[in-house]
């Protein structure tokens, strides 16, 4: 089946620094990749949207400037925290889609990163 | 704005009992509907994914059905086994230009052996 990584699986970094996250489609062409975010006890909620090549797509309320979203392969999408403030800990997930849109709809999710900013 | 809603929050029952989780929507139109099994600090694992043209899907001790009309989806577990414990999320991939899923806060499922 489709597989998703996503790197690192943890990380701690200190207040004010900035942070990526990568995450790969391993054996399939992601035209889209999805970010969400899920707090303690709380559900996925989406962040962004991105489709390779072009700009992403933020959901209300998430700060375009501080997640900063790159999707510059097929098999690439990276999420970059900038200037990270202990509420921005938190677990993040992402999951991409293959070509055909809804005719492929299924989202094939990574196994997260742990982000704890201290 | 399209809202999911799980129920029961949290369950707990013996191995080998059949159960039944409950997921419903605001908005009846979507695209399709996924159920998905989240163990504890892990990503997500696909489950069952219902297109709206459908009414259910089967995979193995796995029965998931949509009736898109009233909002609700059932994921039927049959013989459960400890192994089956987790969270267990709905989410829809809804119309109107929202691409990606909204998600259910999930039933956290426990089978005591």
């Known amino acids: 089946g489709a597989v998703v990584s996503q790197h690192p699986s943890r990380v701690i970094c200190k207040s004010g620094t900035s942070v990526k996250i990568e995450c790969r489609s391993l054996d399939f062409q992601a035209t889209t990749m999805f970010w969400y975010r899920q707090f303690p006890k709380q559900s996925l909620m989406l962040m962004a949207t991105?489709?390779?090549?072009?700009?992403?797509?933020?959901e209300q309320g998430v700060e375009k400037d501080k997640f900063l979203i790159n999707h510059a392969s097929l098999t690439l999408s990276t999420l970059t925290v900038t200037s990270a403030h202990p509420e921005d800990s938190s677990f993040y997930i992402c999951?991409?889609?293959?070509?055909?849109?809804?005719?492929?709809?299924?989202?094939?999710f990574g196994p997260g990163t742990r982000l704890t900013v201290t | 704005k399209q809202e999911v809603t799980q129920i029961p929050a949290a369950l707990s029952v013996p191995e080998g009992e059949n159960l039944v989780l409950n997921c419903s929507f605001t908005d009846s139109a979507i695209y399709n509907l996924q159920w998905f099994r989240q163990d504890p600090g892990k990503g997500l694992t696909s489950l069952l994914l219902i297109q709206s043209s459908q009414r259910e899907q089967t995979s193995g001790r796995l029965n998931a059905s949509l009736d898109k009309s009233s909002g609700r989806s059932t994921l039927y577990i049959a013989a459960s086994q400890p192994g089956d414990s987790a969270t267990y999320l709905c989410?829809?991939?809804?119309?109107?230009?929202?691409?990606?899923?909204?998600f259910g806060k999930g039933t956290h499922l426990i089978i005591q052996p």
């Open positions: 989410a829809v991939h809804s119309g109107g230009g929202a691409d990606g899923l909204t």
């Open positions: 991105s489709n390779e090549g072009s700009k992403a797509t933020y």
């Open positions: 999951s991409a889609r293959g070509s055909g849109g809804l005719a492929n709809p299924e989202q094939y």
